[in-house]
């Protein structure tokens, strides 16, 4: 931020899960970063960040938090209640809404009436953790309302302007960055031959398809015995990431005899990506971290190029081919008019060019004039009860908040921490509930196609 501030900036961020929670940070830390510093130089020292966690099905555990190896000066889980009670009396600088659409249209309702007759309150953003593939319009109508709606590339800057224009909203707030996880080691060959599959919660979302690409990995390790051939997983069976994840992979693949050269991992993705040769996917936004690198990256085409699978997004980046292919040796040849529209490998501002770090300059620009503005006008997102009556109201009720932003009665209270009890009761819920999404209800759906 400018050298005109003098005081350390008060930064908060709202997050539902581990990867917005990622997201979430280290949008924070570029926001914040001294313009004139190294890549790795932040203003963070500077800078005082405050973390929450929604509470929810998604809420991350501690290993999660580990592994995606962001810090903050302190970390906490919320619930929206005590959320907005601690934004109506906490003088924060900047707030990052690291949300589902869902999410974030509450808490910008319900900060629009904590805030009532403040002449002064934090600048509010939001935007997307990857790639935007499906909702375009309804996650984006979701979200309007904050200062700074952010674009990961300069195609999401121009899609996301068309659709408020297109609607009659206010797309001044939309501004282009990139993805704030972008970054690591130019790629260099490695020895033995790194081949990392990333997997995703949903996608596929059947256990034919995942057992398919299962078998295919397999198949590639044995075919290709010189290669490391790696599953990386984003969770551990119980745990909840941005997605439901109803089929792990880690069940499938208990089976015997698997090949020696064959191993699943976690860990954080670019940790992965520094040993990795070649990336296949079918539409993970870990495709954009490994292009970025200069990686071989392959999204594949073995189940279809669809909407449902994501992989329709990458038509055009040079990098779609089948397990067929890649068995064969094929590595793809990232086209660079795509990648350069994708905010990655030049990441940079609109006109070209330029470092990662440079992408988030006029970002920085817009915060800084409004953290310097006298006064800043009340959020007013696009949907309210007049213009959304059937829709708006109930998003904001899973929050336990009125259609004005106020707390509905009996909402959670958000004057005291719970009790031992209580924190026992919702650790048990909370298990209750994913046990039963997990296992209980793929149960059910199977039952019901016999």
């Avoid at 510093?37 to 099905?57: H, I, K, M, W, Y």
């Avoid at 390790?221 to 969770?235: D, F, G, I, Q, T």
């Avoid at 073995?302 to 094929?330: I, K, M, Y």
Wanted: some cysteine.
């Amino acid at each position: 931020m400018p050298a005109s501030h003098t005081k350390p900036l008060r930064i908060a961020v709202l997050a539902d899960s581990d990867t917005r929670w990622k997201w979430g940070a280290l949008t924070a830390d570029r926001l914040t970063a001294d313009p004139d510093a190294g890549p790795s130089e932040s203003a963070s020292g500077a800078s005082v960040l405050d973390g929450f966690l929604l509470r929810g099905r998604a809420t991350p555990t501690a290993r999660q938090l580990d592994e995606v190896g962001v810090r903050a000066d302190s970390l906490r889980e919320v619930t929206a209640a005590e959320f907005l009670h601690t934004m109506a009396k906490e003088p924060y600088d900047l707030l990052v809404l690291a949300l589902v659409g869902g999410g974030v249209q509450a808490m910008l309702h319900g900060l629009a009436h904590a805030w009532q007759g403040r002449t002064r309150r934090p600048v509010v953003v939001t935007g997307y953790v990857g790639v935007v593939y499906e909702k375009l319009a309804d996650g984006l109508l979701l979200r309007h309302g904050a200062d700074l709606v952010l674009a990961n590339s300069r195609q999401d800057a121009d899609r996301f302007r068309d659709v408020y224009e297109g609607v009659g909203a206010d797309a001044s707030s939309v501004t282009e960055v990139a993805l704030p996880f972008l970054g690591g080691a130019p790629y260099e060959k490695k020895d033995p031959y790194t081949v990392v599959f990333a997997a995703q919660p949903s996608v596929p979302d059947n256990r034919r398809d995942r057992t398919y690409l299962l078998d295919r990995l397999i198949r590639h390790a044995r075919r290709h015995p010189e290669r490391e051939v790696l599953l990386k997983l984003r969770s551990q069976p119980g745990e909840h990431t941005t997605h439901i994840e109803e089929l792990p992979y880690q069940k499938l693949a208990r089976q015997p005899d698997l090949p020696a050269n064959f191993r699943l991992v976690y860990g954080n993705m670019g940790e992965v990506l520094d040993r990795t040769d070649l990336l296949v996917t079918v539409s993970s936004t870990a495709a954009l971290e490994s292009l970025h690198r200069g990686v071989p990256t392959v999204v594949l085409t073995d189940l279809g190029v669809r909407e449902a699978l994501g992989n329709h997004h990458f038509v055009g980046s040079g990098c779609l081919a089948s397990w067929d292919q890649l068995d064969a040796g094929h590595e793809p040849l990232p086209d660079p008019w795509w990648v350069a529209r994708q905010g990655v490998a030049a990441a940079g501002p609109p006109s070209g060019g330029g470092s990662h770090a440079a992408a988030f300059d006029e970002a920085r620009a817009r915060i800084a004039g409004l953290l310097a503005a006298a006064e800043l006008p009340p959020l007013r997102p696009y949907y309210t009860p007049v213009t959304a009556p059937g829709y708006q109201p109930g998003i904001l009720a899973r929050h336990h908040l009125a259609p004005d932003g106020s707390p509905l009665p009996g909402a959670p209270s958000a004057d005291h921490a719970p009790g031992p009890v209580r924190r026992i009761v919702r650790r048990a819920a909370r298990g209750a509930y994913r046990h039963g999404v997990q296992r209980v209800a793929p149960m059910i759906r199977r039952m019901g196609e016999l």
